[in-house]
């Protein structure tokens, strides 16, 4: 059975940094595209940031570019998600998720078939 599980979720001031893992198990998602989304009270599930196998192509939020960077390590099955410079806006828990399509993995469509249980971040201004 294919899971997600995400880590690396804590509470940070304004100013600092996180770094999110997703380690994946079950199937190989090695050369799925994978992304992260994030949910705040009371808000919809947004996109935050997405990338293809290789590195070959990595997408972005407008509202986290210059601030996180998304990465993987395939060897360990591993997704991250380096996020620096947090904002009180960024408070939100956030999801890994993995699909075999770039568009679905963006939020496109009905969006990605697998996701993880969440890690929450909190920002305090």
């Known amino acids: 059975q294919a899971q997600l599980v995400e880590s690396g979720g804590g509470m940070v001031q304004a100013g600092g940094s996180l770094r999110l893992s997703c380690a994946a198990s079950?199937?190989?998602?090695?050369?799925?595209?994978m992304g992260w989304f994030r949910q705040a009270p009371g808000k919809e599930r947004e996109f935050v940031a997405a990338?293809?196998?290789?590195?070959?192509?990595?997408v972005y939020a407008d509202s986290v570019k210059g601030r996180f960077t998304i990465s993987r390590d395939n060897a360990k099955k591993t997704v991250y998600l380096q996020l620096n410079s947090l904002k009180p806006e960024d408070t939100a828990a956030y999801y890994c998720a993995a699909d075999d399509s770039f568009g679905r993995i963006q939020g496109l469509g009905p969006g990605p078939a697998y996701w993880g249980q969440g890690t929450q971040v909190t920002v305090s201004s």
């Open positions: 079950g199937r190989s998602f090695t050369t799925w595209p």
């Open positions: 990338m293809t196998w290789n590195g070959g192509n990595i």
